[in-house]
């Protein structure tokens, strides 16, 4: 069964919470290797040759990768805590059954054509997102990506070890980049753009991903008993995240963006212990880079602290010509931008021509279990792929070197 | 070497946290353990008899326990996370090497006289504090201890299997209490009274333990992506949370009580997700218990949720007569009350007749790796301790029943 809906089944029980009935589907875990060999046996199904770059990112090829430069489409299987079952999956489930339609179809690629998996796309276990696809094009490198550690203290690089990898190989990979002509990454609408259009259509082209970054405050306070210690004589970090919550609000709201503070860590967090600190990260972003870029010093002021940069990504604008192109080909479909990021984005930053496809999601509501796709939305997508890649990978397209 | 501090130094290094050189010993975990057979071991060696009560409370006694109501000493050997090396243990050390200088001296008690070791004091692993004391005195039932849960998910019951316990045994332990006829529980100080008092005195009685409680905040909100959902489609119940802490700063203010939120729950704690949910706890107590009770329902209505008591002790004075008496005894020594409980506390609120003994703390601070005492106000704390035994155990005093 190679339908998007029966290929997400059959994963829907890897990493699955039973509490909150999300995804715990973190870089590196069994749940990650679970992933990856459904990939590679499902690619491997449809007659694919199965490889990895330097980073570990899977490449599924049909055609002579080297022949000339290729047609890829892809997403990742990793999941933020909690996530949902379509971000990042549907992307992956959805290329492989367009391929499968299209050898189904009797169609031959004019160039060589790949689905890949991209390792680490949420960042969830080491903190910086895309990791797969930054340190494969050079946009993090790979020192710096080997010394992330996760909430545990174990470094990216142990946990390749005890993945059975060697980080020694992990690096930007010049032959994996060089095979790459164009990618198109199909992924779930993450707002509820399409959901709210009057035009009753499941599928949007992507134009644009919003500036984002992740920086954390590291709060410092005094550990004392909360019993015994005079409110006058408290040095408590606590006070300090509440004003970095309420602000990042209210100076997101003046300036346009959106700000988030979704993950604190409380030392010694006891319930008798007034903290020693606090972190709180801060996620934001905003159609306006110098908008988001501005925020970040304000808030700095109103909690007294210097917050750490832990990444930043400028305003990313897909392969304009191509979006149009794309969504000429798919009957006028709407081009929206987003405030998610994607290894797609990454990409289109290292030079790559890239496009994106959206597939509608009803209430917008991402991240979470109750994230949604109805099924016929997920088989237009596929649809609007399968053209997508039918057009790309004809004789008449030429693609352009990178 | 049965100095106080000897015994001090035997300890220094079972639930050491590199980091932060604070100590992490918790309630029937393998540090817990060593700390016991440490406890048993010592005791033996001064010739004690060692015995448990149904809850795991360690006794021991110097002459028979059933032949009159004893004269008991002790605290706990349990911290909280990143605590000190002296909230718990001065007490106990002192009382082993206050029975070994009464001994060396040739002392012979009129009446048994014990040292005591309470376990979970702090309730840093199950969340409530003083379930040993409250166990064993009726204060709290067998059931909702054993059913308490920490961090993991592992429950009371669950931990006493796993350390080699039964937990159908647990429960209030009449025949135990009936061999109480006083305790004594020498601390350090958690505030820095004693330290700004213009008399220097190393030692101080207690008069009475403030009111104090734990409530539970669970804030309800909608996870989602922290970069396509609008700030105005949000449910963040990270704002609640600054909202409690905020206004539990300023209501304490208001009232002349102490507020804090010490620990935090995160879920799902992703840097890039609008949280699902938050929980906060709240620390507070006071001098006055109505203004206690008040500000629960003022914050209850700044968040808009019913918060749930974990626990709650009234107003608790300890033995008026026996703290004169102390007082006088040890040349005139102030009576100061407290804001942090203890297991005397939960004795005396059940009728037993109790007595505290401060040790000296120059800076005040407590739960917190900097928490200190000078060896010397230590050893005046032993001495304090030993004149107080040989007091309540001499011929002359006459122990009135509980």
């Known amino acids: 069964m190679t339908g998007v809906t029966d290929l997400l089944e059959q ?41 990895e770059d330097r980073v570990g990112n899977q490449w599924a090829w049909w055609g002579d990768p080297d022949s000339a430069p290729g047609i890829v ?69 790979a020192d710096r990506a080997l010394g992330l550690r996760d909430g545990d203290g174990v470094t990216m690089a142990e946990a390749l070890v005890s ?17 790459v002509g164009t990618f198109v990454e199909l992924h779930v609408e993450q707002g509820r753009l399409l959901g709210d259009l009057d035009a009753d259509t499941p599928v949007a082209v992507g134009s644009s991903i919003w ?43 003046r300036l346009g963006c959106v700000a988030t503070v979704g993950k604190v860590e409380v030392r010694p967090n006891g319930v008798n212990a007034i903290p020693s600190s606090v972190s709180g990260w801060l996620d934001a972003r905003g159609p306006d880079e110098d908008d988001v870029r501005r925020l970040v010093p304000l808030l700095e002021q109103s909690v007294g602290v210097s917050a750490v940069e832990e990444s930043f990504t400028p305003d990313t604008r897909f392969d304009a010509d191509l979006s149009q192109e794309l969504a ?41 279990p109750a994230e949604h796709a109805e099924p016929e939305d997920c088989e237009a997508g596929v649809a609007a792929l399968v053209a997508t890649l039918r057009h790309l990978a004809s004789g008449a397209e030429a693609v352009p070197a990178p």
Chains 1, 2 share one sequence.
Do not use: K
């Open 328 to 368: 000429g080909l798919l009957g006028g479909v709407p081009i929206v931008g987003t405030g998610a990021g994607h290894d797609a984005g990454v990409l289109a930053t290292r030079g790559f021509r890239t496009a994106m496809l959206f597939v509608r999601n009803p209430t917008g509501v991402s991240h979470s």
């Open 211 to 253: 500036p984002h970054g992740r920086w954390r405050f590291d709060l410092l306070g005094e550990a004392n008993h909360a019993g015994t210690t005079r409110l006058e004589d408290r040095r408590d970090p606590m006070l300090a995240l509440a004003e970095l919550v309420t602000s990042a609000r209210s100076i997101a709201a």
């Open 73 to 141: 489409t892809g997403s990742h299987l990793d999941s933020v805590p909690d996530g949902g079952a379509y971000d990042g999956p549907l992307g992956v489930a959805s290329s492989l059954a367009a391929v499968a339609a299209l050898r189904d179809s009797g169609f031959v690629p004019s160039r060589p054509l790949a689905v890949t998996n991209f390792v680490d796309e949420e960042g969830a276990r080491f903190g910086v997102a895309c990791s797969g696809s930054r340190v494969l094009s050079g946009a993090m490198s």
């Open 163 to 179: 993945a059975g990898r060697d980080p020694h190989q992990v690096g930007r990979d010049d032959e994996a980049l060089a095979r």
């Open 11 to 51: 994963i829907a029980g890897i990493g699955r919470v039973g509490a909150s009935g999300g995804y715990r589907r973190f870089a590196w875990t069994r749940e990650d290797a679970l992933l990856r060999e459904w990939f590679a046996g499902t690619a491997a199904g449809l007659g694919l040759e199965v490889v």
